[in-house]
């Protein structure tokens, strides 16, 4: 039985095409030793990014990445930002929290580890699911470890990353 189960869902996952999504374009930052990340829930294009070197805020409407002074609370899994005033960020990383893994115009995202360690996530537009309608979805993320990833609030932005790097989706015409 347990076999058989595998053998679908292996079936299905072989029929999601990988890349980036269409209607999406993607842009890939390094960041050495990336232990946190957060959407600004009133800035929703601007993403902060929590490395071991630095914070950093970076704009996914223009791509530009701006190191800066900030803090965050690993306990209450918060973070703040120069750029970004008085605002308390909501971070994901190393140390629990989550991103938003719905979002508003009805698109998802969700992760299969059929060969763990290494993880998929995979996203879903318009409340397609992957078990339902695999063609329909696009693998966006096939390695090992992601730290954190989701959707900021408007749904315009997706961002996927791990200790090394952080990928980030902007939806095209946003």
Known sequence: METEHRARLLALLEKIPCGVPAGWEKET??????????????QTEKLVVISSQRQSVIDCRTWEKIN??????????????????????PIAGEGGGGLRRLAPPGDGLDTAAPF??????????????WYQSPETCTII???YGP?????????NYMAVGTSSEVDI??????
Not at 29 to 42: I, P
Not at 169 to 174: H, K, L
Request: glycine letters at 12%; one cysteine or more.
């Open 29 to 42: 930052f390094a960041v050495g030793g990336l232990t946190y990340l957060g959407f600004s829930n009133l």
């Open 68 to 89: 800066c002074e900030g803090s965050y609370d690993e306990e209450n899994l918060v973070a703040c930002a120069e750029p970004l005033g008085d605002e308390l960020i």
């Open 116 to 129: 763990w360690p290494r993880e998929l996530v995979i996203f879903m537009p318009q409340y397609a699911s």
């Open 141 to 143: 993320f096939d390695d």
């Open 147 to 155: 730290k954190a990833f989701g959707f900021s609030r408007c749904g």
């Open 169 to 174: 989706f902007r939806r095209i015409g946003e």
